[in-house]
Every structure is written in structure tokens, then in C-alpha cells.
């Protein structure tokens, strides 16, 4: 059974970088499509971006210029970094598995991370 | 981007019932891109369709998605109260790749 669990600081200051890790159990990261999706009572659920196994990316074009993901397969766990946080920036960050063939969904996901921005 | 506006926004219905939800996309979507997820209070979303009408793993046929182009419906036969949570519909396609919908909270 794959199992994914997001890990990090739930507090971030203001501009400062807010970094997550998800660690996947139960399944290789490799030859899987990985992904972050936020969730905000302002903004609902918003999808973050993508990475490949290989370390292909594919990012949310609102967020691009501030966001950064990669996988270390050794690890078996996957990386989000996004820059210049505001307080929009605030969510519950899921990661999850995007099943990428005949059909694209996500599933499963993690139990998410609460993060806040504050000073 | 295409916007996906689902209906009712609260649903309100009792045990045994039959809950219909809807899915409607600003803009054409493949059948193959268009899942509904479930999400109960505290926990993260699970996948109950993918492909407009596959169920996934797990989930119990009283669950069924229809639909095609622009609409879209996740119907929930025989309601029991652990059907309690909010409900999502995710498309793929346009910029960004993939969006949600704002859900239905349905209350049984």
C-alpha cells in the first residue's frame, strides 16, 4: 500500500523559503509522476506542479517563477521549495501520487502539512 | 484555464437517499481527464472516480460518474451518514494542467 507523508516547517516568515519533503513509502519514486497540491479556504484546492522521477517538471504557470521541485530517488522522497512567501502562501500543502497514462488523477495523497506565514 | 463550477454548493439529504452532484467545465473536457475526490473533515482528499466513470480501488458501487464535454455527475446511491464530506471535481487540460472545483459539501 503506498503511503505518502509530508514533512517541514509549519511556520514560515514572510519572503523567506518554504521547504517540504514528502516521503513515499509502499511504491518507487521511480517511474512515477509526483505532484503538491495546496489547499486554502481563500484559493480551494490549488494544484502546485509536477515532477517525474527522471526530474522533469511541469509547474503551475501562477506560481513558476517561485517555485522549485526534485526527487532523490536514493531517499525515495520528492522536494517542494517555493520563495518569497506571503501570507497567501498559507495552506495546507498535500503531496500525492499523479497516475499519468490513460487517465491523470491523483491518488493516493498524504495527510498534509499545515503551513503558516508569519513573522 | 479552464473553470470547473460544481453544483449545489450544500446538499442536504438522509440516510437512504440518492445524492446527484455536478460538474460543469467552462471549456470542453476529455473524459479521460475529469476525477472526483472525497473529503471528509481533517483528512486529505481521496480519489472515487477517475475517468469521468471508473470507480477507484475500494470504492463501493453506490458510487457513479457520468458525463461528458462540459458536465459532469458523481451520483451516490443509498446514502449512509459516513458519506458526510466535501466533494471535488479535477479536470486536466489548459493552463494550469490541472484545476478543481470549489466543491459540495454534502450533508446527510
Known amino acids: 500500500q503506498v503511503q505518502l507523508q509530508e514533512s517541514g516547517p509549519g511556520l514560515v516568515e514572510p519572503s523567506a523559503t518554504l521547504s517540504l519533503i514528502c516521503s513515499v513509502s509502499?511504491?518507487?519514486?521511480?517511474?512515477?509522476?509526483w505532484s503538491w497540491v495546496r489547499q486554502s479556504p481563500g484559493r480551494g484546492l490549488e494544484w502546485i506542479g509536477y515532477?517525474?522521477?527522471?526530474?522533469?517538471?511541469n509547474y503551475n504557470p501562477s506560481l513558476n517563477s517561485r517555485v522549485s521541485m526534485s526527487v532523490d530517488a536514493s531517499q525515495n522522497h520528492f522536494s517542494l521549495n517555493l520563495n518569497s512567501v506571503t501570507a497567501a502562501d498559507a495552506a495546507v500543502y498535500y503531496c500525492?501520487?499523479?497516475?499519468?497514462?490513460?487517465?491523470?488523477?491523483?491518488?493516493?495523497w498524504g495527510p498534509g502539512i499545515l503551513v503558516t506565514v508569519s513573522s | 484555464e479552464t473553470v470547473l463550477t460544481q453544483s449545489p454548493g450544500i446538499l442536504s439529504l438522509s440516510p437512504g437517499e440518492r445524492a446527484t452532484l455536478f460538474c460543469r467545465a467552462s471549456?470542453?473536457?476529455?473524459?479521460?481527464?475529469l476525477a472526483w475526490y472525497q473529503q471528509k473533515p481533517g483528512q486529505a482528499p481521496t480519489l472515487l472516480i477517475y475517468?469521468?466513470?471508473k470507480r477507484a480501488t475500494g470504492i463501493p458501487d453506490r458510487f457513479s460518474g457520468t458525463g461528458s464535454g462540459t458536465e459532469f455527475t458523481l451520483a451516490i446511491n443509498r446514502l449512509e451518514p459516513e458519506d458526510s464530506a466535501v466533494y471535488y471535481c479535477?479536470?486536466?487540460?489548459?493552463?494550469?494542467?490541472?484545476?478543481f472545483g470549489q466543491g459540495t459539501k454534502l450533508e446527510i
Open positions: 500525492a501520487r499523479l497516475h499519468f497514462s490513460s487517465s491523470e488523477e491523483f491518488d493516493p
Open positions: 509502499g511504491d518507487s519514486i521511480s517511474g512515477n509522476f
Open positions: 515532477i517525474y522521477s527522471s526530474g522533469a517538471t
Open positions: 471549456q470542453s473536457v476529455s473524459s479521460n481527464f
Open positions: 475517468g469521468a466513470s
Open positions: 479535477q479536470q486536466k487540460g489548459g493552463s494550469p494542467l490541472y484545476t
